[in-house]
Every structure is written in structure tokens, then in C-alpha cells.
């Protein structure tokens, strides 16, 4: 796999005890060549804070308002080794790393072999990150939801769409038993089969446009190929969506969280149920200029990540905690 940055490179293959032709297939930095694949990758690494806490980071001067029209949220970008980071932070109390980086891969599996890779290591930068900003010693990153943009594709036809179905759920490649960095030849041989045979999995849905884009989500995370680049959706429409989804994930998972551990829920009134349940009616609901595109995709997404159920176990639950 190429990764753009030759330090971050270099620290994988020093924290891994391997080259970077068993991390990484070809390092060459050909990029004239047809025969590889371009992702965005979006990581998005949510941390509960608190309402307190979230409340101190947006009254920093480096915060300045995000996008509003899903959930009023504020961001900073924060300096990271690879790529490029923003922090958003919601006032419910969940604040959210957002990691850009640009890869070119000769194949799927080894992007499926760098994820497994970079999520530990993703969490433990993000949970010392948000500890630096004042967070509590308890604080810890909850979880890494990737989202890629494929920029450019090696295949055709059918080809392309089994490809990019497994990019929705590239663990699939991997074995249980077999330490990621040591597995890329073996996955690259089980993505071989799953091209030449086709690859499908009942939980996945796609969301793109016939000649126009080509979209799938799953619960593994989000993959978006746009063919007509001027008619299909942006870029941007994709993260503000998962901002979106994410930020409510984690505020509803950790309510859930409290309720499993056997305690009521305690939340400030503007964060009980009604904001639930408002949140909820924004992010599900069609706006009335919204696009086809966009509507699929929001729903795609939503569908596969369990929000909505979430959410209506949280509203219930702080319901009931209130009093009605």
C-alpha cells in the first residue's frame, strides 16, 4: 500500500517490527499508474466528554462554528502526524475527531490490513488527544467509523461494484487468528475469490445512482465512488452526514451505556428527551430541498448503523427518568 506520508510509514513499520513491503505491498510513488486505488479515507473517533467539558472546548478561541444545518456543532483543527484533523464538539457533550487521509493502495486488502492496523493506534492518539484538552483521565475514545471516498478504481463493470462492497466491510478479507500485519497475502488471495465470484452480505445497502455514483453503507462503515463527479453528490455531503449520525450515536450510546450499568440516566432538561427526541425528527426526516442522492444516502446510513433504535431506547429512558 502507498501512504502518502513517508514518516507515518516509517513509524508503522518501527512500531510493527516489519518492512514496508509486508505492511504496505509496493511503497513506489508512481502516480501515473492506472492500476491502483485512490481513497479518501474519513475516520470519524467520538469521545464523550460531557456537557461541561464540551461547553469549555467550544468557548476556545480556535473553535469556530461548523456546519448547522444537521446539529449545532463548533471545530478546531488539531495537529496530527498524517493527514489532516478537525474536532467537532456538540453541546450534548460528545466531541468527535475527524481524520483525513489520502491513500493509494494497490488493492483492497491492503487497506483492509492498514485499518485494523491504524484503529488502535487511531483510538489511544484520540483518547490522549482529548485528555491533553482537558478531559478527564477517565475519558476514552469510543470507536473508529471509516468512510472512504474512492477517488480512483482499478476495475470495471462488475467487477468495480464487488469491489467496492467490499470496501463497505474490508475486515471480511482478514482472519480471526492471524496478525493483521502478517495477513496481507492471504487476503489478498481471499479478494481474488470474492472479485471473480462476487461478494454479498444481507445487511448492506446500497445508496448510488445508476451512471452517476456508486454507494454502499453497511455497519462496518461507508464507501462512495461518483462517476459523474458534477452530478453526484460531494464530498462534504458525506462527512456532514456522518458527523451527524455519529455525534447522536455516541450521546445515545452513552446513555445506554449508564442504563446497562443499572443508574438513571442524569442529563441537563435542554439535553433530556425533548432534544432526543427533536435530534431524531432532524436527522431522520426529508428536508423539503433535499436531493434524491442525498435522501438515499442519509438513509442508507441510518439504516445500517441502528440510530434510530438507539434513539428511541434513550427517549424512553429519559423519559421515564424525568417523569413523564
Same mark, same amino acid.
Given at each position: 500500500?502507498?501512504?502518502?506520508?513517508?514518516?507515518?510509514?516509517?513509524?508503522?513499520?518501527?512500531?510493527?517490527?516489519?518492512?514496508?513491503?509486508?505492511?504496505?505491498?509496493?511503497?513506489?510513488?508512481?502516480?501515473?499508474?492506472?492500476?491502483?486505488?485512490?481513497?479518501?479515507?474519513?475516520?470519524?473517533?467520538?469521545?464523550?466528554?460531557?456537557?461541561?467539558?464540551?461547553?469549555?472546548?467550544?468557548?476556545r478561541p480556535d473553535f469556530?462554528?461548523? &456546519?448547522?444545518?444537521?446539529?449545532?456543532?463548533?471545530?478546531?483543527?488539531?495537529? &496530527?502526524?498524517?493527514g489532516k484533523c478537525d474536532?467537532?464538539?456538540?453541546?450534548?457533550?460528545?466531541?468527535?475527531?475527524?481524520?483525513?487521509?489520502?491513500?493509494?493502495?494497490?488493492?483492497?486488502?491492503?487497506?483492509?490490513?492498514?485499518?485494523?492496523?491504524?484503529?488502535?493506534?487511531?483510538?489511544?492518539?484520540?483518547?490522549?488527544?482529548?485528555?491533553?484538552?482537558?478531559?478527564?483521565?477517565?475519558?476514552?475514545?469510543?470507536?473508529?467509523?471509516?468512510?472512504?471516498?474512492?477517488?480512483?478504481?482499478?476495475?470495471?463493470?462488475?467487477?468495480?461494484?464487488?469491489?467496492?462492497?467490499?470496501?463497505?466491510?474490508?475486515?471480511?478479507?482478514?482472519?480471526?487468528?492471524?496478525?493483521?500485519?502478517?495477513?496481507?497475502?492471504?487476503?489478498?488471495?481471499?479478494?481474488?475469490?470474492?472479485?471473480?465470484?462476487?461478494?454479498?452480505?444481507?445487511?448492506?445497502?446500497?445508496?448510488?445512482?445508476?451512471?452517476?455514483?456508486?454507494?454502499?453503507?453497511?455497519?462496518?462503515?461507508?464507501?462512495?465512488?461518483?462517476?459523474?463527479?458534477q452530478r453526484s453528490l460531494?464530498?462534504?455531503?458525506?462527512?456532514?452526514?456522518?458527523?451527524?449520525?455519529?455525534?447522536?450515536?455516541?450521546?445515545?450510546?452513552?446513555?445506554?451505556?449508564?442504563?446497562?450499568?443499572?443508574?438513571?440516566?442524569?442529563?441537563?432538561?435542554?439535553?433530556?428527551?425533548?432534544?432526543?427526541?427533536?435530534?431524531?425528527?432532524?436527522?431522520?426526516?426529508?428536508?423539503?430541498?433535499?436531493?434524491?442522492?442525498?435522501?438515499?444516502?442519509?438513509?442508507?446510513?441510518?439504516?445500517?448503523?441502528?440510530?434510530?433504535?438507539?434513539?428511541?431506547?434513550?427517549?424512553?429512558?429519559?423519559?421515564?427518568?424525568?417523569?413523564?
Open positions: 500500500m502507498q501512504v502518502r506520508d513517508d514518516a507515518y510509514r516509517k513509524l508503522y513499520c518501527l512500531a510493527y517490527d516489519a518492512t514496508p513491503q509486508e505492511l504496505f505491498g509496493s511503497v513506489e510513488t508512481d502516480t501515473g499508474s492506472a492500476s491502483r486505488l485512490v481513497v479518501t479515507s474519513h475516520k470519524f473517533i467520538p469521545v464523550f466528554v460531557g456537557v461541561e467539558r464540551a461547553a469549555h472546548l467550544r468557548e469556530m462554528p461548523g &456546519v448547522e444545518h444537521w446539529l449545532d456543532c463548533r471545530v478546531a483543527p488539531v495537529d &496530527v502526524i498524517n474536532l467537532h464538539v456538540w453541546p450534548f457533550g460528545v466531541a468527535i475527531f475527524h481524520l483525513v487521509e489520502e491513500l493509494a493502495l494497490p488493492n483492497v486488502a491492503a487497506l483492509s490490513v492498514w485499518r485494523v492496523q491504524s484503529y488502535k493506534d487511531n483510538m489511544a492518539w484520540a483518547t490522549r488527544r482529548i485528555r491533553d484538552l482537558g478531559a478527564s483521565e477517565s475519558t476514552e475514545a469510543a470507536y473508529v467509523l471509516s468512510s472512504y471516498w474512492v477517488n480512483e478504481a482499478p476495475w470495471e463493470g462488475d467487477t468495480l461494484d464487488t469491489a467496492l462492497r467490499i470496501l463497505a466491510i474490508p475486515k471480511v478479507l482478514l482472519e480471526r487468528d492471524i496478525e493483521p500485519a502478517h495477513s496481507l497475502h492471504r487476503a489478498e488471495l481471499v479478494e481474488r475469490s470474492l472479485l471473480a465470484e462476487g461478494f454479498e452480505h444481507p445487511d448492506m445497502i446500497p445508496f448510488g445512482i445508476k451512471g452517476i455514483s456508486m454507494g454502499y453503507a453497511s455497519w462496518s462503515g461507508v464507501v462512495y465512488y461518483p462517476i459523474a463527479e460531494a464530498e462534504d455531503d458525506l462527512v456532514h452526514c456522518e458527523l451527524a449520525v455519529q455525534s447522536l450515536w455516541a450521546y445515545s450510546d452513552h446513555l445506554n451505556r449508564m442504563i446497562e450499568r443499572g443508574s438513571d440516566p442524569v442529563v441537563p432538561d435542554e439535553y433530556g428527551w425533548r432534544f432526543v427526541r427533536g435530534a431524531r425528527s432532524r436527522i431522520t426526516n426529508a428536508r423539503p430541498r433535499e436531493t434524491e442522492q442525498h435522501r438515499s444516502m442519509r438513509n442508507a446510513i441510518l439504516a445500517t448503523c441502528d440510530l434510530e433504535s438507539n434513539l428511541a431506547q434513550a427517549i424512553e429512558t429519559l423519559r421515564d427518568s424525568a417523569g413523564g
